[in-house]
């Protein structure tokens, strides 16, 4: 958090299956997808990329042969099942520690992009390319090494290698698919995001304390920690917070707002101003509101997890210069994501286009479930269009005198005209407005005296 504001979030239930790396099983190879189908546990086959099967990997995994059906891999996943697809898995195994991420079957070396001192990321570099040429793995510097002694660094690259031995040992002795690896959630996060920017940290669990020492040792500068009783997200109303982020509308701080719609293939974000910005004098307001959904944008991305193709319907500039001005602004704010986010410009109809890459489960698909009424669409029958409905099968009950209706309480406007239906076909009908779905109802014939 900061200034009170939710900058990111994290649920086991996210972060719970990308990086856990398992012995699988070949289902089925697609030659002309360049895939494989792989097997890790219960649900859909993993995809695999087959161009990922370098030769370390053959040699070691495979032992020489040849991808066939009904063959043991191992693989990581890359990417979270959906509804419709089931997860992504690779073979390209990455083991990340405080420090470093080593990569058995790749000779990377590599240094994290967020170091930015020409001098330090040279230094860095050295250690990786001693470290790669020493044990025949790839290597890439993570941020949090900035600073740290060369020591230090290949101290806690033995760690990753020794467990990926470990791995590799359960790999062999696996039979059938199972997990062979899983990180702890919450030591995951505190790996990747506690920094000398953090000015404190609250916890509510004394054995929490413990993995937070371990990752505060190399930090130059510590956050404060604080242990709280009970629940810290009441104790900051961090709940009244999340069910924000389920709300469609967005307001900004100046009177305008967001309107975030989430559609199969992408998500459609519209910027709206609380001003008319039709004016000549208006351009100056238009920028400064589009400049300020800009950051409010990045920041519900984030908190919400979206992915995929992002469509952003600005404002209306009439001035090239504060059109740049606003898609270098958006630039600079998505590098701050810790996810692959790139604005890629405006399309032909003025829409800024994003894609961001998403690993893990969205906040909706965590939070909400498809509604069983609507199906997802949030829309249900006309109620005129579904009395029409009524009178139709009403009209072809011709051998019973009395009926019962059931339907939902939304129709209760219409109470005259469905009483109305009975006595114009001779019949009497008695209307309960208790149906549970709005979308049907239900009809009881009863002859006459039953």
Same mark, same amino acid.
């Given at each position: 958090?900061?200034?009170?504001?939710?900058?990111?979030?994290?649920?086991?239930?996210?972060?719970? +299956?990308?990086?856990?790396?398992?012995?699988?099983?070949?289902?089925?190879?697609?030659?002309?997808?360049?895939?494989?189908?792989?097997?890790?546990?219960?649900?859909?086959?993993?995809?695999? #990329?087959?161009?990922?099967?370098? &030769?370390?990997?053959?040699?070691? %995994?495979?032992?020489?042969?040849?991808? #066939?059906?009904?063959?043991?891999?191992?693989?990581?996943? #890359?990417?979270?099942?959906?509804?419709?697809?089931?997860?992504?898995?690779?073979?390209?195994?990455?083991?990340?520690?405080?420090?470093?991420?080593?990569?058995?079957?790749?000779?990377?070396?590599?240094?994290?992009?967020?170091? #930015?001192?020409?001098?330090?990321?040279?230094?860095?570099?050295?250690?990786?390319?001693?470290?790669?040429?020493?044990?025949?793995?790839?290597?890439?510097? *993570?941020?949090?090494?900035?600073?740290?002694?060369?020591?230090? $660094?290949?101290?806690?690259?033995?760690?990753? *290698?020794?467990?990926?031995?470990?791995?590799?040992?359960?790999? *062999?002795?696996?039979?059938? =698919?199972?997990?062979?690896?899983?990180?702890?959630?919450?030591?995951?996060?505190?790996?990747?995001?506690? /920094?000398?920017?953090?000015?404190?940290?609250?916890? /509510?669990?004394?054995?929490?304390?413990?993995? !937070?020492?371990?990752?505060?040792?190399?930090? =130059?500068?510590?956050?404060?920690?604080?242990?709280?009783?009970?629940?810290?997200?009441?104790?900051?109303?961090?709940?009244?917070?999340?069910?924000?982020?389920?709300? *469609?509308?967005?307001?900004?701080?100046?009177?305008? +707002?967001?309107?975030?719609?989430?559609?199969?293939?992408?998500?459609?974000?519209?910027?709206?101003?609380?001003?008319?910005?039709?004016?000549?004098?208006?351009?100056?307001?238009?920028?400064?509101?589009?400049?300020?959904?800009?950051?409010?944008?990045?920041?519900?991305?984030?908190?919400? +997890?979206?992915?995929?193709?992002?469509?952003?319907?600005? $404002?209306? !500039?009439?001035?090239?210069? +504060?059109?740049?001005?606003?898609?270098?602004?958006?630039?600079?704010?998505?590098?701050?994501?810790?996810?692959?986010?790139?604005? !890629?410009?405006?399309?032909?109809?003025?829409?800024?286009?994003?894609?961001?890459?998403?690993?893990?489960?969205?906040?909706?698909?965590?939070?909400?479930?498809?509604? =069983?009424?609507?199906?997802?669409?949030?829309?249900? @029958?006309?109620?005129?269009?579904?009395?029409?409905?009524?009178? &139709?099968? @009403?009209?072809? @009950?011709?051998?019973?005198?009395?009926?019962?209706?059931?339907?939902?309480?939304?129709?209760?406007?219409?109470?005259?005209?469905?009483?109305?239906?009975?006595? /114009?076909?001779?019949?009497?009908?008695? %209307?309960?407005?208790?149906?549970?779905?709005? /979308?049907?109802?239900? $009809?009881?014939?009863?002859?006459?005296?039953?």
């Amino acid at each position: 958090m900061t200034d009170g504001e939710l900058e990111e979030l994290f649920f086991d239930e996210l972060e719970a +299956n990308v990086g856990k790396i398992f012995a699988g099983k070949v289902e089925k190879i697609v030659p002309g997808l360049g895939a494989a189908f792989v097997k890790i546990g219960k649900g859909k086959g993993s995809f695999l #990329k087959l161009n990922e099967l370098c &030769s370390t990997y053959k040699h070691l %995994v495979l032992e020489g042969q040849e991808l #066939k059906e009904g063959m043991k891999l191992l693989v990581q996943m #890359k990417k979270e099942p959906t509804e419709s697809k089931g997860a992504q898995v690779t073979t390209c195994i990455g083991i990340a520690e405080r420090f470093v991420v080593i990569f058995p079957f790749k000779k990377v070396t590599g240094v994290s992009k967020k170091i #930015k001192s020409a001098e330090e990321r040279k230094r860095l570099k050295e250690i990786a390319l001693k470290l790669r040429k020493k044990h025949d793995m790839g290597v890439v510097i *993570r941020t949090a090494a900035e600073g740290v002694d060369e020591q230090e $660094i290949e101290k806690n690259f033995l760690e990753a *290698r020794r467990r990926w031995e470990q791995i590799l040992e359960d790999f *062999r002795k696996a039979r059938t =698919p199972k997990v062979l690896y899983e990180e702890n959630p919450l030591e995951r996060v505190v790996k990747e995001k506690l /920094n000398s920017k953090i000015d404190r940290v609250v916890y /509510n669990q004394r054995e929490i304390l413990k993995i !937070l020492e371990k990752y505060l040792r190399h930090l =130059p500068k510590k956050p404060t920690l604080e242990f709280v009783e009970g629940d810290p997200f009441e104790k900051f109303q961090i709940y009244d917070k999340i069910k924000k982020l389920s709300a *469609r509308v967005v307001p900004l701080r100046s009177g305008g +707002n967001i309107v975030i719609d989430r559609l199969e293939a992408l998500t459609v974000i519209d910027v709206n101003s609380e001003s008319d910005t039709t004016g000549e004098d208006q351009e100056e307001l238009a920028l400064k509101t589009n400049l300020e959904a800009a950051e409010e944008i990045v920041r519900q991305v984030k908190l919400r +997890n979206i992915g995929g193709m992002i469509l952003v319907d600005f $404002i209306k !500039l009439k001035e090239s210069e +504060n059109r740049e001005k606003l898609l270098k602004f958006m630039k600079q704010l998505v590098k701050k994501d810790s996810s692959q986010m790139e604005v !890629l410009g405006f399309t032909n109809l003025g829409l800024l286009e994003i894609v961001r890459r998403r690993t893990s489960k969205s906040l909706e698909s965590i939070f909400f479930t498809k509604c =069983p009424v609507c199906s997802g669409t949030g829309k249900v @029958i006309a109620q005129k269009l579904l009395l029409k409905k009524i009178v &139709s099968d @009403i009209k072809k @009950i011709t051998d019973h005198s009395e009926i019962v209706l059931k339907v939902h309480p939304n129709m209760s406007g219409y109470k005259d005209e469905l009483e109305r239906v009975g006595k /114009n076909s001779g019949k009497k009908i008695k %209307v309960e407005f208790n149906w549970p779905d709005p /979308n049907s109802y239900d $009809i009881t014939a009863k002859k006459g005296g039953a």
